[in-house]
């Protein structure tokens, strides 16, 4: 028996929104795009006029009702107006933005409640498979050290606070060194794999980290190193970035690779 189209809301459309959309129209089996979501309505609707297949600039309320599953690449700050709608119709939400989530246990609540699924994709990150199943047992402890370039942390909430200017550093320098749950808050646009790190191990609070700017660097590079009763692994990626300096090539692909298990015959990983 084939089974049914799944129809995919993504909402909205920054750098990952757009790759996503264009994986879609370009055609990925089982999956249709139905829509997408734009606080810039005018420009969302221009630009999708220029896909094969146009969809329509739908409120995020309208976006939820209108697709199966609504992807979350937008800013932390409005992660709220995305996921619940599609939480209370019991649908599910694919959330990259998972920094957020630490401080709205009531989403995950709502899932429950509802029959919805909330599912953080492994982004700009590797691993997670490895961590999720050493947590079956005990994890003594994760750590993750983040070396970034210049330009991918100038304006973070953290460095403002602390009065660290690093755009004119000729060393790397350490920015940071505690928890996710810390980082989550002081670098909300750079720290979302730490946040799904800590999801899928020991929790945001248990999950120790360091942050260091390299004006030598020209990808993000993420390294993690997990002790537990099953297994002792590091891992390294280095990320190439779009033209956000943000985000990493990788993550709309990470989505799209998730996306495209949901209806796969064969699916691979945890």
């Known amino acids: 028996m084939q089974k049914r189209t799944i129809k995919i ?23 249709a795009l139905a829509g997408v979501a734009a606080r810039n309505v005018e420009t969302a609707q221009a630009w999708s006029a220029q896909l094969a297949a146009p969809v329509p600039v739908l409120s995020f309320e309208a976006l939820a009702q209108a697709c199966d599953v609504v992807v979350e690449c937008a800013p932390a700050a409005i992660l709220g107006e995305i996921v ?37 994709p492994t982004g700009a990150l590797l691993g997670l498979d490895a961590v999720l199943a050493a947590a079956e047992g005990h994890i003594d402890s994760v750590r993750m050290i983040t070396r970034k370039p ?9 460095l403002e606070q602390h009065g660290i200017d690093i755009r004119g550093i000729d060393a790397p320098l350490q920015i940071f060194n505690g928890t996710a749950r810390e980082a989550a808050v002081g670098f909300p646009a750079n720290l979302n794999v730490a946040v799904a790190l800590s999801l899928a191990g020991v929790g945001p609070d248990a999950t120790a980290l360091e942050i260091w700017a390299d004006p030598a660097l020209s990808r993000n590079t993420h390294t ?3 002790d537990s009763d099953a297994a002792k692994f590091s891992m390294t990626i280095e990320n190439i970035p779009t033209e956000n300096p943000k985000t990493g090539r990788i993550t709309a692909q990470s989505v799209i690779a998730a996306l495209r298990k949901m209806n796969a015959p064969l699916r691979v990983g945890t």
């Open 9 to 31: 809301g993504v909402a909205v459309l920054g750098t990952v929104g757009k790759a996503l959309a264009k994986a879609l129209d370009a055609g990925i089996p089982g999956l």
């Open 84 to 120: 619940e709608p599609v939480l209370r119709a019991g649908k599910t939400v694919v959330v990259l933005s998972c920094g957020a989530l630490l401080d709205r246990p009531d989403l995950i609540e709502l899932a429950r409640e509802t029959g919805g699924h909330i599912h953080v």
């Open 150 to 158: 210049v330009k991918g942390l100038v304006g973070a909430p953290y």
């Open 224 to 226: 993690i190193v997990v």
